[in-house]
């Protein structure tokens, strides 16, 4: 095979990578979910915060009127134990078992009004989750397609880079050097074909003197795009 020749083969593995990687792109951002569903995701979430709040708001509460209770029983048997004579002590022993019982009923007017915002937010949560699962399973139907498109691609890709590996060490390494600026500087594309006497890089027909010598297998640019010419 012409060096000329080795060039075309590997621009059309290159042509068919930048093809593939480009769609690549595409289906990755073909499966990024959509707002409606991202927003979905959002009050799920948020439904989940609520709930826990309140749960914990609720455990919180309960949790100090267990510790109230407590003190105030512990006041109780002192007050009732008979060892305490001294009127002052009894008298703020009553005061601090009223004040903590004054204290527990605004607690467990809380705990109710926790009980009914968890009631709520179980509510809600349980819609905002239903609602979620039934769009992640359309979705998921929807673009399921896609994600087989993308394991394709990926295993063509690697398959393709392997091979283009191989075949860039058989050329040599200047005439490589000059593929890879060409194709930088000319949209991807360094070695273009030559139908008839058309560049197919650029579309421009070539002299014919230029046609012959690609013909001979030498190193010919097209005039138009400056590409390398190849006979298809
Ligand atoms: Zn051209």
Not at 34 to 40: E, G, N, R, V, Y
């Amino acid at each position: 095979m012409s060096y000329i020749h080795q060039l075309f083969q590997l621009q059309k593995l290159d042509t068919e990578i930048d093809e593939k990687k480009k769609r690549l792109g595409e289906v990755l951002k073909a499966q990024k979910e959509p707002p409606a569903l991202l927003a979905m995701r959002k009050r799920a979430e948020t439904a989940a915060i609520e709930l826990q709040k309140w749960q914990t708001n609720h455990q919180d509460l309960t949790l100090e009127v267990g510790s109230l209770s407590t003190k105030a029983k512990n006041s109780e048997d002192r007050l009732y134990s008979g060892k305490v004579t001294n009127p002052k002590e009894l008298a703020d022993l009553q005061q601090e078992i009223e004040a903590l019982a004054r204290r527990k009923a605004v607690l467990e007017d809380a705990i109710v009004e926790a009980l009914v915002m968890v009631e709520e937010a179980e509510k809600e949560k349980t819609a905002a989750d239903s609602e979620l699962e039934t769009a992640v399973t359309q979705w998921e139907a929807q673009s399921g397609h896609l994600k087989t498109e993308q394991n394709e691609l990926a295993l063509n890709l690697h398959k393709l880079m392997q091979t283009r590996k191989t075949r860039a060490a058989t050329i040599d390494a200047a005439a490589l050097r000059e593929y890879d600026e060409l194709r930088q500087q000319r949209n991807g594309l360094a070695v273009a074909g030559l139908r008839v006497n058309m560049c197919l890089g650029c579309q421009t027909t070539v002299s014919a003197n230029k046609v012959r010598e690609v013909d001979e297998g030498h190193k010919v640019y097209c005039g138009g795009c400056g590409r390398l010419l190849a006979a298809v």
